[in-house]
């Protein structure tokens, strides 16, 4: 099983620059994709599934803002759309497509962490959010097996970001969001897939690249996109890999192949 996350910065705008004709190519049986920047009508018929594989979505309330999707290859059992929490349901940052068969409850989750960049009423809404997410993944972890990808907007070690010593002040890499990630990858016992496969990484793992200066050509980026699985998912990860030949938004794509069949 193959799947990939990309936060789009806009589908509108990431399909105008390629990544509907890559995402075909790439043999894909999930697509996570996250900041989909647009409302039902303008998805509808025109971004609404990639070749065979269907897309489910949760829309942002506020047009232009935030929002994911799942473009799923095989039949899911159910979706799940929505946290359950007014505040970030309004934000369309969670849907969910479950797959069960007699035995097992297997989940994939396409979610967008709010970023805390804009402000402290931002950040604070981002530490909300992570409160509120934690004991639903450790109570989902005690359900089922799963899968999440998105864009977690945290670098959690000092190697996930090129400029570590100067950012430690900054959303993103702040002592308390990194402590978040340390206790949901140990206490809660999920697993960062990557770092799994490749522990040791350092500029070649950024999946973000500030707009600002020349932060792309000078590789100054940072790890925000992942997948974080339960043990038994992440134990059948094969491979890992970020392409970067084409620039489809300020991030690029994760893709992970999974000894997996749904």
């Known amino acids: 099983m193959r799947i990939v996350t990309a936060n789009l910065n806009g589908i509108r705008s990431a399909a105008s620059k390629g990544f509907f004709d890559w995402a075909r190519a790439q043999q894909a049986d999930v697509i996570g994709v996250q900041e989909v ?58 849907v969910e497509a479950r797959f069960d068969k007699p035995g097992r409850k297997l989940s994939i989750i396409s979610c967008y962490f709010p970023s805390g960049s804009s402000g402290e009423e931002r950040q604070q809404a981002k530490f909300r959010f992570l409160a509120l997410l934690y004991p639903k993944l450790v109570t989902l972890r005690q359900e089922r097996e799963f899968i999440l990808v998105g864009d977690v907007n945290i670098a959690h070690q000092n190697a996930d970001l090129k400029n570590w010593r100067s950012n430690q002040k900054n959303s ?56 974080i699985a339960t043990p038994g998912l992440a134990e059948l990860a094969r491979s890992a890999s970020i392409y970067k030949l084409q620039k489809f938004s300020d991030h690029a794509p994760l893709t992970m192949d999974y000894d997996l069949r749904l």
């Open 37 to 94: 920047k647009a409302q039902a009508e303008q998805v509808h018929g025109v971004y609404g599934q990639i070749d065979t594989m269907a897309g489910h979505f949760h829309y942002a309330q506020k047009k232009g803002y935030s929002g994911v999707g799942i473009y799923l290859r095989p039949q899911p059992s159910e979706v799940v759309i929505g946290l359950g929490d007014a505040e970030f349901d309004a934000e369309g940052r969670w």
């Open 172 to 227: 993103g890499f702040l002592p308390e969001e990194r402590a978040w990630m340390t206790q949901l990858l140990g206490e809660a016992g999920l697993v960062d897939v990557y770092r799994r496969l490749h522990p040791d990484t350092t500029d070649t793992c950024y999946t973000w690249w500030s707009n600002r200066g020349q932060a792309y050509a000078n590789n100054v980026g940072w790890r925000l996109d992942y997948q």
